[in-house]
């Protein structure tokens, strides 16, 4: 099992911005997940092993950014621009399939961290 260990939420006002930063213990495609409360968990973006591709839903395209340093085995999600409606729960997930296409359900991740907490306020 990959172990995930999130950081960095919190508290920022609209417009704002927060890096996000997500922990494993081995290298896998990686994607980034967030749900607010009665909602399900949404996909947010994807990173491939290497980083040399990546993926985003279209609500966040322009504001975040998703990358990795291997090097450090960390993947960071970059969120500016941040909006009321980007609050939620955030959540990294490993996904250690051999599909060469980022997946964007939540099903097809294997292992999840257990979330960090991002509020937006207006």
């Known amino acids: 099992q990959v172990q995930l260990v999130e950081s960095g939420g919190g508290l920022v006002q609209a417009g704002g911005s927060l890096r996000l930063s997500c922990a494993a213990s081995?290298?896998?495609?990686l994607g980034w997940f967030r749900q607010a409360p009665g909602k399900e968990r949404d996909f947010v973006a994807a990173i491939s092993w290497d980083g040399s591709r990546t993926y985003y839903t279209n609500s966040v395209k322009g504001r975040f950014a998703i990358s990795r340093d291997n090097a450090k085995n960390t993947v960071y999600l970059q969120m500016n621009s941040l909006k009321p409606e980007d609050t939620a729960v955030y959540y990294c997930?490993?996904?250690?399939?051999?599909?060469?296409?980022?997946?964007?359900?939540?099903?097809?991740?294997?292992?999840w961290g257990q979330g960090t907490q991002v509020t937006v306020s207006s």
């Open positions: 081995s290298r896998y495609k």
């Open positions: 997930a490993a996904d250690k399939s051999n599909r060469l296409t980022l997946a964007t359900m939540a099903v097809q991740y294997d292992d």
